[in-house]
């Protein structure tokens, strides 16, 4: 029902920021405020670990410990897009990020989540 597309991904230095975009069509007559969405990111060797989250109306947002303060979730549901904005990166933070999406209410629960993207490489150099 929803095809996902991250972008934005790249190299940056430790201390510098991206802004990550994903993209969804919609193939169902729900509107995209009907799903809630979320990041996820994977580093070598690691699980799949949860990020932030954003309710469809944007008025909920949920962010793991570690990119609280750092990283933003934001969406623009007229242009089908949710969005991670990521200031003073660290080398912990290098990984594949993804977008999913589930329908209804946000959660940080990563099985929940039954549409992904392909995922969008973060590389910080130090």
């Known amino acids: 029902q929803v095809q996902l597309v991250e972008s934005g991904g790249g190299l940056v230095q430790a201390g510098g920021s991206l802004r990550l975009s994903c993209a969804a069509s919609l193939r169902t007559f729900s509107t995209y405020a009907a799903y809630a969405a979320g990041w996820f990111r994977q580093a070598p060797g690691k699980e799949r670990e949860f990020v932030a989250a954003?309710?469809?109306?944007?008025?909920?947002?949920y962010y793991t410990d570690s990119v609280k303060g750092r990283f933003t979730i934001s969406r623009d549901n007229a242009k089908n897009t949710v969005y991670l904005q990521m200031n003073s990166l660290k080398p912990e933070d290098m990984a594949v990020y993804y977008c999913?999406?589930?329908?209804?209410?946000?959660?940080?629960?990563?099985?929940?989540?039954?549409?992904w993207g392909q995922g969008t490489q973060v590389t910080v150099a130090s």
């Open positions: 954003i309710s469809g109306s944007g008025g909920t947002t």
């Open positions: 999913a999406v589930k329908f209804g209410y946000a959660t940080m629960a990563i099985v929940e989540y039954g549409y």
